[in-house]
C-alpha cells in the first residue's frame, strides 16, 4: 500500500510517499485530525507555524498511540523570519508548541514574507533563516531541513553559501499546475519536492477533462491526481480533516499509463476560485 512505501533523502532519512497537509486545519480540530489519519495508517504529517495549528498537531501525534520514531513530522518557519535570531528562536518555539524533542523537517516557508511574494529581494535573509535551520539540524533538533516555494534562483541562493544542502524543496504541484522545469533542477540537485495542494485546493473537482480520465481508471478525481503527483516522483500531501476522505485518499494503487501522464502534464488549470487571494495561488 501507498502508506507503506518511502523516499529516501539525499542524507538517508526516510519520508513516507503520502502525507497528510493540515492547512486550514484549525488548532481545535487538528488532533482529531492526526489521530484520524494515523489511524488511517498515515505516518507522514505537515504543518507549519502560519497555519496556527502546531499545538493540535502536536496533541494529536502525542494522542496517537504510535511511537513518535514511526512517524514523520514536519514544519515550516514563518515566511516573514529572514534573519539568523529569529529563526533560531522560532525553532525552538516550534519544538515547544508542538511538545515534540526533535521535528522531522523543517522548511523556510517562503522566499518572500507573504506580502512581498515573488518581490523584493531576500537572499542575505534567506541564507540567514537556513544558517539557523543548519545549526538546529546539527544539534539534532531537526532531522531534515528545506524550503518550500523556492523557486530555481532562491535554491541557488542557498545552495551557494549553504554547508547542508536542501534536502526537501515543498511546492505547489497538481494536475494543470506542474512545473516541469524546477522539478528537473530539484531532481538533478537531489532535492526531494513535496507537492502541496495536491488537488488545487478542491477546485480541479471542476474541471471535465480531468474527470474524464479519472473514469478511465474508476477512481475519484482527488485519487487520480494524487496518484498523478506520486508518479511525478514527489510526495503527495492532501489536506483533509474527513476520516472518509483520509482512506479514499490513500485508496491510490493504481497506476496512470504513460500517455495519460503526458495529457495530464499538457493540462492548465490554476482556477483557484476564492482561495486565488492566497499568494501561493495567485503568484504575488
Known amino acids: ?113 507573504w506580502d512581498d511574494f515573488r518581490g523584493g529581494d531576500y537572499a542575505e535573509g534567506n541564507r540567514e533563516a537556513w544558517r539557523a535551520l543548519e545549526d538546529a539540524y546539527r544539534a539534532g533538533k531537526l532531522r531534515s531541513i528545506g524550503v518550500s516555494n523556492f523557486q530555481q534562483r532562491d535554491l541557488e541562493n542557498i545552495l551557494s553559501a549553504c554547508t547542508v544542502r536542501p534536502h526537501v524543496n515543498q511546492l505547489l504541484v497538481h494536475v494543470g499546475n506542474t512545473p516541469a522545469d524546477l522539478l528537473a533542477y530539484c531532481k538533478s540537485q537531489d532535492i526531494l519536492v513535496e507537492a502541496y495542494s495536491p488537488i488545487a ?49 490513500a485508496r491510490v494503487d493504481f497506476v496512470i499509463s504513460e500517455g495519460d501522464m503526458d495529457e495530464l502534464r499538457s493540462l492548465v488549470f490554476q482556477d483557484y476560485g476564492d482561495h486565488t487571494a492566497f499568494p501561493v495561488y495567485s503568484g504575488k
Open 201 to 249: 485546493h478542491g477546485e480541479i473537482l471542476k474541471s471535465p477533462d480531468v474527470a474524464a480520465i479519472a473514469d478511465r481508471y474508476s477512481v475519484t478525481v482527488p485519487q487520480l491526481c494524487i496518484r498523478y503527483t506520486l508518479q511525478l516522483g514527489t510526495v503527495s500531501l492532501p489536506k483533509t480533516a474527513d476520516p472518509d476522505h483520509l482512506r479514499d485518499n
Open 1 to 113: 500500500m501507498i502508506l507503506d512505501e518511502t523516499y529516501t533523502l539525499s542524507n538517508g532519512v526516510t519520508v513516507p510517499r503520502l502525507g497528510l497537509g493540515t492547512w486550514f486545519i484549525d488548532d481545535d480540530r487538528a488532533a482529531r485530525a492526526v489521530t484520524d489519519a494515523v489511524a488511517a495508517g498515515y505516518r507522514n504529517i505537515d504543518t507549519a507555524q502560519a497555519y496556527g495549528n502546531e499545538r493540535g498537531v502536536g496533541e494529536g501525534i502525542r494522542a496517537s498511540g504510535i511511537p513518535r520514531e514511526q512517524l514523520f513530522v514536519s514544519t515550516k518557519l514563518a515566511a516573514e523570519i529572514k534573519n539568523y535570531d529569529d529563526a533560531a528562536a522560532a525553532i525552538d518555539g516550534s519544538l515547544a508548541t508542538l511538545g515534540l524533542d526533535h521535528i522531522d523537517l523543517m522548511l523556510i516557508h517562503s522566499p518572500q514574507p
